[in-house]
């Protein structure tokens, strides 16, 4: 069964901690994404990686971190200085070809309440 | 010049109508327009995508039209149903050239409801 699995659906944090979203794709996709979306809002990037062991800054990157030691795997830590980290965050994948498409898919996203 | 706005931000349609969600960009650069359907608590699902060389395209009740020189598209749900009520999402990237990435810019999103 192929797809993008983020864990946990739910995920509840004190203020002050960091938290590890995880993402895992088994699609054989070469990128992958994290987004958040906050309520009647559109999604905003905070990281992507094109390739292993790379990965660039997206639009909202500051309280966020990200590694990518493996294909298959995208972790986004959500740290203390997050100013505002309750949200919806989507993690995605995609075909990096350079050429073709970059038709990107969803998992089923973590909501993170942070208190 | 990375804006994609989107209009309206909500939409009530009767069964059987049509529904239309509009969005415009300002990169011309921009190649690639996908729409995207959200249902709530659940990730977004790819719907339909377009690319420039093309005016229209239709896939089943959903069809994207899409006017290159005024840098618009939309998307048109065709007797719409119940079923049908979410959030849709169009976006657009740079798949081509220099500087591609493949990183989607979204618009605002519209929350649609098809009344029985």
């Known amino acids: 069964d192929g797809g993008i699995t983020q864990s946990p659906k739910y995920l509840f944090r004190k203020e002050g901690q960091n938290v590890t979203l995880s993402c895992e794709q088994n699609?054989?996709?070469?990128?992958m994404y994290w987004y958040r979306q906050d309520p009647g809002q559109g999604l905003r990037l905070i990281y992507y990686?094109?390739?292993?062991?790379?990965?660039q800054k997206g639009d909202i990157a500051e309280g966020y971190s990200v590694s990518r030691e493996k294909k298959e795997s995208f972790p986004l830590t959500v740290t203390s200085a997050q100013k505002n980290p309750t949200a919806f965050y989507l993690c995605?994948?995609?075909?990096?070809?350079?050429?073709?498409?970059?038709?990107?898919?969803f998992g089923p996203g973590t909501r993170l309440t942070v208190t | 010049q990375q804006q994609v706005k989107q209009s309206p931000q909500s939409l009530i349609v009767q069964k059987g109508g049509i529904s239309i969600i509009n969005c415009a960009y300002e990169?011309?650069?921009?190649?690639?327009f996908p729409w995207y359907q959200q249902f709530p608590g659940k990730g977004p699902a790819l719907l339909i995508a377009?690319?420039?060389?093309?005016s229209e395209k239709k896939e089943g009740r959903f069809t994207i039209s899409f006017n290159k020189s005024a840098k618009q598209f939309s998307l048109h749900i065709m007797d719409s149903q119940p079923g049908d009520s979410a959030t849709y999402f169009c976006?657009?990237?740079?798949?081509?050239?220099?500087?591609?990435?493949?990183?989607?810019?979204f618009g605002q999103g519209t929350t649609l409801q098809v009344k029985p």
């Open positions: 995605a994948s995609s075909i990096y070809s350079g050429t073709g498409s970059y038709e990107q898919y």
């Open positions: 699609l054989n996709h070469d990128a």
């Open positions: 990686s094109q390739i292993v062991n790379d990965f």
């Open positions: 990169n011309t650069a921009f190649d690639y």
């Open positions: 377009i690319r420039p060389d093309v």
């Open positions: 976006a657009a990237s740079k798949e081509h050239g220099s500087g591609n990435t493949g990183k989607l810019i």
